[in-house]
T-cell receptor, first 112, second 120 residues
Framework: DAKTTQPTSMDCAEGRAANLPCNHS???????VYWYRQIHSQGPQYIIHGLKNNETNEMASLIITEDRKSSTLILPHATLRDTAVYYC?????????????FGPGTRLSVLP | DAGVIQSPRHEVTEMGQEVTLRCKPI?????LFWYRQTMMRGLELLIYFNNNVPIDDSGMPEDRFSAKMPNASFSTLKIQPSEPRDSAVYFC??????????????????FGEGSRLTVL
């Protein structure tokens, strides 16, 4: 069974906040939530990660529910360059190899 | 820093030929990963190394695939003989893991631009 569930695709208007949900109801206590994105024809790019507290960096904010069964990645002011596939990953870490799984992700289209 | 460097960016070859893909990780990183991406199967981890030692190669599809990391700054992924179903984008990634406790592993993988392989 997949460890994460994401919508297949989403649209967002340029300049508006993009909120990308991820369900991970079977997350273990020592597993982090990671977000990556892949812009067409490029390698995936790390965005943010968290364990149980909300996190923010220059790219995005990560909101994790108190029960840790779901999370939301927020791009506060989406631009056309944010059009990409966004991957939510639940894992102890990338150094756990096959435990670090990129699913199909959410294809975000930022519209002018 | 130049980032993870992969070569070639594009390779077109005929079935049965040997293919060698190359990767230079970010200096100082202690983990190196090889991924393959196709439309049908998405991003798949093939193999990864820690301090030049292969840790898990369970994702390598078959014996035609082999990977080496002779030193900390270079790795190769070889396919011999190549088949049309090997056509994909192959990504190399590296990461650094240090410290201890909750923040010891950032999980931040740095990916290269990929090598697009087409086997005719």
């Amino acid at each position: 069974d997949a460890k994460t569930t994401q919508p297949t695709s989403m649209d967002c208007a340029e300049g508006r906040a993009a909120n990308l949900p991820c369900n991970h109801s079977t997350i273990s206590g020592n597993e982090y939530v990671y977000w990556y994105r892949q812009i067409h024809s490029q390698g995936p790019q790390y965005i943010i990660h968290g364990l149980k507290n909300n996190e923010t960096n220059e790219m995005a904010s990560l909101i994790i529910t108190e029960d840790r069964k779901s999370s939301t990645l927020i791009l506060p002011h989406a631009t056309l360059r944010d059009t990409a596939v966004y991957y939510c990953i639940v894992s102890r870490g990338s150094n756990y190899g096959q435990n670090f799984v990129f699913g199909p992700g959410t294809r975000l289209s930022v519209l002018p | 820093d130049a980032g993870v460097i992969q070569s070639p960016r594009h390779e077109v070859t005929e079935m049965g030929q040997e293919v060698t893909l190359r990767c230079k990780p970010i200096s100082g990183h202690d983990y190196l990963f090889w991924y393959r991406q196709t439309m049908m199967r998405g991003l798949e981890l093939l193999i990864y190394f820690n301090n030049n030692v292969p840790i898990d190669d369970s994702g390598m599809p078959e014996d035609r695939f082999s990977a080496k990391m002779p030193n900390a700054s270079f790795s190769t992924l070889k396919i011999q003989p190549s088949e049309p179903r090997d056509s994909a984008v192959y990504f190399c990634a590296s990461s650094l893991h240090q410290g201890a406790g909750e923040r010891a592993n950032t999980g931040e993988l740095f990916f290269g631009e990929g090598s697009r392989l087409t086997v005719l």
